[in-house]
């Protein structure tokens, strides 16, 4: 078993702190424009738009993270403690509000810059998808999101003198594979929205298996993140397979 001793403050500054958990969002902000940037005639967006698109997804993904988070993960705690709500540096993004907040700005943004909406989410699904993979890592080094109590080799004391599964990691590892899957994807000129699709599908696959090796607490015999991920597992997995047959069929050949 391995004891958690990692310091979450990357660098001190006087009274200035920059965490690991901010880093992360920094990183995949930077690389979401990268990507966004050199792909941009793609989608029909000029370099400033791009600028301003990532700007609104960010602001989407915190925001519906973070209400997210306070509504279904820890409401009795944010209640009697308002403030709290805007320490984000503590950590405590869900998942899935950050998937829907950062869906409907990109609806949004699109629908007023009249391009695609579903190329659009095609591009931005790559760096989301290895940016939720070091969000996890953040996780992990926070001692946050732990795993269920295990007799593995690889346990970790996370705090609380039990050794734990390092659900972080599990996590992580299945984000960087679903980023390389859809980088495939990417690669055959599929037909518009089967990588955001296949995203959606991905993720919440392997977040609704790995849950079963995450200390939480269940509801008629799964969490609250296995349940909201089977909504985006049916629903994800109905329009693959009534509208992108022949994608399916391509990368599969």
């Known amino acids: ?12 500054i006087f009274s200035l702190e920059i965490r690991y958990y901010g880093l992360v969002y920094v990183l995949g902000f930077l690389f979401a424009i990268w990507w966004m940037q050199k792909y941009r005639r793609e989608i029909g967006l000029n370099k400033e738009e791009v600028y301003d698109f990532i700007f609104y997804v960010m602001l989407g993904l915190i925001i519906g993270s973070r209400l997210f ?4 993960w820890d409401f009795s705690y944010y209640f009697f403690q308002p403030w709290k709500i805007f320490y984000l540096w503590e ?9 829907v907040g950062s869906i409907l700005v990109s609806w949004w943004y699109c629908k007023i810059k009249k391009v695609n909406f579903l190329k659009v989410a095609d591009l931005i699904s ?3 998808a290895f940016a939720l993979a070091l969000g996890r890592v953040a996780n992990f080094i926070n001692a946050e999101v732990v795993g269920r109590v295990t007799g593995v080799a690889w346990a970790v004391d996370f705090g609380d003198a039990q050794a734990r599964h390092p659900y972080q990691i599990y996590a992580a590892l299945k984000r960087f594979f679903v980023g390389g899957v859809l980088i495939y994807f990417f690669t055959k000129k599929l037909k518009e929205g089967f990588i955001f699709f296949s995203l959606v599908f991905l993720l919440g696959v392997g977040r609704f298996v790995l849950d079963f090796y995450r200390e939480d607490i269940l509801y008629f015999g799964f969490s609250v993140g296995q349940w909201m991920s089977l909504i985006m ?3 994800s997995g109905i329009i ?5 047959k022949k994608s399916l069929r391509k990368v599969f050949k």
């Open 1 to 12: 078993m391995w004891i958690h001793n990692l310091n979450p403050v990357l660098i001190e």
């Open 69 to 72: 988070h306070v509504v279904f």
């Open 91 to 99: 950590g405590g993004m869900a998942f899935h509000g950050g998937l």
């Open 126 to 128: 790559i760096p989301a």
């Open 233 to 235: 597992v049916i629903v």
């Open 240 to 244: 693959l397979i009534k509208k992108y």
